[in-house]
């Protein structure tokens, strides 16, 4: 029985699709409307994510499936809301607001249609999110790429459009792979929704097992380089570095959703009770502990505040490959906190380092090229006064900031980075409850290059604090807005939360990393999925 | 036919690979094109060859499945056109911007020194 409530499922990709559509409609002048509308859409998929949060995690978990069209399963194409794709949805949402509210200040000015491009690519994530069906998953990825590639040029400039330009490349090459492997897979199981997918893997013999994992495999390439994993990832720090800090708060979450897949799908096709258990593990371990190592001495490396984010996003992309590759029930959960605790420092990071940067030079000066073109210097100037008042105290406020950033990054305590990197490490050598269990091999490993990470990350972001507040060249104050500064602080205080609660937020993640870990509820909630009673419905005789 | 499709193919492919890996922005969005013709080939054929076979049942008819070919490779290779063709166009855009903007057509956005 489908009562109306369950149609909360496709809310989070209607009404940003919904608004986004509307606001084309409108003049970009129109400009406190477009903030209004986009910013009460993204409140709007908070709360309906914190409802379908909440839902999911009542009565010891439950797994809802809607049948889009309203055909039997498996033929529909469905959209499932599990523990995890809940959890992505309200990490989606709570990423989203933040992010617009910074753009109020005077990024939105700097393109045209940033609030409609903003709230597609919203779709597309919730969407990929959302879907249980692997070719769905390729059009809502086209979605999030699309309205990605539109606010990656955003603000122009030559920096930007080069890096634009090798982002896109990049990304259209990795979704022809995509296809490629879901052509392949289709071409021996004759289905494309997951669930049926994974009862269809398992009574393939011979030949047609190799022609299915030669096609996860390539799939899982194409996952890998928007997961931005060694060594499809030199175009990531240039991009994430060049793209307006908004949109570059937003991309935080897009290396997850490569994350995210990997994760969903290789549990669900090759978990422990599948027939070819554990197909790519070691290839998906390996390949992120180069990502962790290659991050790492990017991090080193990094001059400009703006590529050392670029390479944090490559370290927590890295840590969290590894940990899917680890494939074991606690770690994964570890990973599912470092994932919202990464994800949630790095976009107010990078919204932080724009704001810290502005006195200094060249991204300031690329801004002010960008309004330049537009036309639109002199009315900058006089409407940021109008929007807000400019915070005091404004170095010790950043300052402030950066070096929470800092800590939450190179995973010290008192902060959320450490619980989680605790908890990854505390399932590793405790595999079966404390002091039970063999210690894998590669528990070694995987912590030693954690815990270097880490190190390199604190020196990083030591060198580049003193840079920035001990021994500015300038010493010219940046002017930071109200508006620019609280949603930093508003992401930032989220993590604060998440260290507070971290409890009840890890029991969460441990029931979801166990779903993950034995996907028989997810298969069967899915293949007895039940149709909606038509309202008319013809009676046979 | 399978050995005539299999040989666009790779002959499509193997092209598409080399020309996305030239330094010019038109031979990158060239090699992008045929890398998708390739591999939309290759996700029709996935439905196997037929010839004489309507992918499409009419309505009340007598079906006998093995008469028609699989619709589903069909769909999704329409759906694949699309998309390709649109994020094309917008690369297009993308690399006159970055011609405008740097007065060459080199993927660096400058000639590499001699």
């Given at each position: 029985?489908?009562?109306a ?38 409140a ?32 529909a ?18 990423l989203?607001?933040?992010a ?58 030559q ?47 011979g ?47 897009l ?5 995210y ?34 991050g ?27 940990a ?43 801004l ?86 880490g ?65 028989q ?21 | ?13 193997g ?5 996305l ?11 992008l ?9 290759f ?19 007598e ?52």
């Open positions: 029985m489908m009562s409530p369950s149609h909360l499922i496709i809310a989070p990709i209607l009404i940003p699709l919904l608004a986004g559509a509307l606001l084309l409609f409108f003049e970009d002048r129109e400009r406190r409307l477009k903030d209004a509308v986009s910013i009460l859409t993204s709007a998929l908070v709360v309906v994510a914190a409802v379908l949060l909440f839902r999911t995690g009542a009565d010891g978990g439950r797994i809802f499936v809607y049948l889009l069209g309203n055909w039997p399963s498996p033929i194409i469905n959209l499932v809301l599990d523990r995890l794709s809940a959890m992505m949805l309200l990490l989606t949402a709570v989203a607001l933040p617009l509210v910074f753009s109020i200040a005077r990024w939105q000015r700097a393109g045209a249609h940033f609030h409609s491009l903003f709230l597609f690519l919203l779709v597309g994530l919730n969407g990929a999110f959302l879907t249980g069906d692997l070719f769905n998953l390729f059009v809502f990825f086209e979605v999030l790429l699309a309205a990605s590639y539109g606010l990656m040029l955003h603000g122009s400039g920096l930007r459009v080069r890096a634009g330009m090798h982002y896109i490349v990049i990304n259209l090459a990795a979704s022809l792979l995509f296809l490629i492997g879901v052509a392949m897979i289709y071409s021996v199981t004759g289905t494309l929704n997951m669930a049926h997918l994974a009862i269809v893997l398992q009574g393939l013999e030949e047609s097992r190799f022609m299915a994992e030669a096609g996860a495999g390539i799939l899982g390439i194409a996952f890998l380089v928007k997961a931005g994993s060694w060594p499809l990832n030199f175009w990531l720090p240039t991009a994430y570095s060049a793209a307006a800090a908004p949109v570059a708060a937003i991309f935080a979450i290396t997850k959703v490569g994350v897949v990997l994760l969903r799908l290789s549990l669900l096709l090759f978990g422990s009770e599948a027939a070819s258990t554990g197909f790519g593990e070691q290839a998906l371990f390996f390949v992120g502990m180069a990502t962790i190592l290659f790492a001495i990017g991090i080193l490396a990094s001059q400009a505040l703006g590529r050392l984010a670029g390479y944090s996003v490559l370290v927590s992309s890295g840590t969290l490959l590894a899917v590759g680890f494939a074991q029930t606690g770690v994964t959960a570890g990973a599912l906190f470092y994932l919202i605790s990464s994800t949630l420092t790095l976009s107010a990071f990078f919204m932080l380092i724009e704001l810290i940067a502005r006195g200094q030079d060249p991204a300031a000066d690329v002010a090229v960008t309004m330049e073109a537009y036309g639109e210097g002199e009315e900058e100037e006089e409407e940021a006064e109008e929007v807000g008042v400019t915070i005091p105290e404004t170095l010790a406020v950043l300052g402030v900031s950066f070096a929470a950033c800092g800590i939450l990054l190179a995973g010290l305590p008192p902060l959320s980075g450490f619980v989680a990197k605790f908890a990854m490490l505390t399932s590793m050598f405790n595999p079966d409850g404390v002091g039970e269990g063999v210690i894998r091999h590669s528990s070694w490993w995987l912590a030693s290059f954690l815990i270097l990470s190190f390199a990350t604190l020196i990083a972001m030591t060198r580049a604090g003193i840079s920035a507040f001990w021994a500015r060249i300038d010493g010219e104050v940046p002017r930071v807005l109200l508006v620019e500064m609280a949603p930093v602080a508003a992401l930032l205080a989220m993590t604060v939360f998440l260290t507070i609660g971290a409890g009840p937020v890890m029991r969460f993640l441990e029931a979801a990393a166990a779903d993950l870990h034995s996907p509820a997810y298969i069967q909630s899915v293949m007895e999925a039940v149709q909606a009673v038509p309202h008319a419905r013809e009676v046979l005789p | 036919m399978e050995l005539l499709l299999s040989l666009s193919m790779g002959a499509l492919a092209s598409g690979v080399w020309l890996l030239r330094p010019r922005t038109y031979q990158v969005i060239m090699g094109a045929l890398l998708s013709y390739a591999v939309n080939i996700i029709f054929s996935t439905g196997r060859l037929r010839v004489n076979a309507p992918p499409i049942v009419e309505k009340g008819m079906v006998d499945p093995a008469a028609f070919t699989d619709p589903v490779p069909q769909a999704l290779v329409l759906t694949a056109i699309v998309i390709s063709f649109a994020t094309t166009a917008l690369f297009l855009v993308v690399l006159l911007a970055s011609r405008g903007l740097t007065g060459t057509d080199h993927v660096d956005g400058r000639e590499p020194e001699k």
